[in-house]
């Protein structure tokens, strides 16, 4: 009764911000994104008929806030519904990457937590089956199950909203350079992000288009159109965050230096020095969006930047899967 999976963060290109059901994480809009083969969470979860209680903790952090527990066993709670057993776990969770800074820790944590308890408690599940039980603990952890380019379909109910694979990781090379700037975690969760987003004026402008940018999105993908792909994906983060900045109260996720490194992109561009495009989560880390051939040389470039916390090469990669390796 005992299982490790291993799941990716993964960076959306066309953000998911807001839920029409907050119970069931059922978002406002589709979104599409991409799994990061750099930055994952391992998990091993044995079911133990010994145990008096849940065990659950997380490697190597020292850090850890009561309610993050909290969210792990009442995912523990519906694998033990879904399979009719009575069963308390230990759960150990490492991620290879800072939590909370912007970089989708919840999405890869959950991803693999689902993949681990349902395989250690006896239930296999379907690709799609696994993506909604994993978006009933966090919205992007759905993203995450499948592998390389996905869209999550909002859908219409729990049953009709889950993501799948557009397109495999080998499809396009395409890079994430994640830029930490603070390893500081960040005060207010996405969870309160989501539920202040229709607090903004702007948000119902922001839902009117997101069709019509999903779809966009597809055929720029579908033709590896990097320089109109990446326009509208650093179009769609600044809009997410121009809904987060006019929420009440306000949520600014940016750091000082996410703004710099912001201009730097845009002026690298403009130069024509390198072509990126950034886009940037609920926190203050940048994702440096390119073609695999630049990589070397943004990297170069964002030597000359102070600061700089961590910088993570990702390229497109697979999604949730078991590993026979575990951490306990
Ligand atoms: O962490 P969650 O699942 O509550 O949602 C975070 C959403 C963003 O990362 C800000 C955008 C996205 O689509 O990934």
Known sequence: MKATAVAPANIAFIKYWGKSDSKTRIPHNSSISMNLS???SKCTVEFDPLLKQDDVGFVGEEIVKPKEIERIIVMLDRVRK???KKLFALVKTRNNFPKATGIASSASGFAALSLA??????????????????????GTACRSIPDGFVEWKKGTSSETSYAYELYSPDWWEICDVVVVVSKKMKKVSTTE?????????????????????ISQLKKYMYNRNFSSFGKLIEEDALNMHAICLTSTPAL????????EIMKQIIE???SKEVESYFTIDAGPSVHVICEKKNVNQIQEKLKDVSGIQQVIVNSSSIGARLSDKHLF
Not at 117 to 138: D, Q, V, Y
Not at 194 to 212: C, G, I, K, W
Not at 252 to 259: A, F, H, S
Request: glycine share 4%; net charge positive; hydrophobic share 40%.
């Open 38 to 40: 750099h930055v994952h």
């Open 82 to 84: 879904f399979a009719n």
């Open 117 to 138: 308890a349902l395989t250690a408690i006896g239930k296999k599940l379907s690709g799609k089956e696994l993506s909604i039980f994993a978006r009933l603990s966090s």
């Open 193 to 213: 992000g989501h539920r202040l987003a229709d607090t903004s004026p702007f948000y119902q402008a922001r839902l009117a288009v997101m069709n019509e940018k």
């Open 252 to 259: 600014i996720y940016w750091e000082p230096k996410t703004i």
């Open 268 to 270: 690298w561009r403009e």
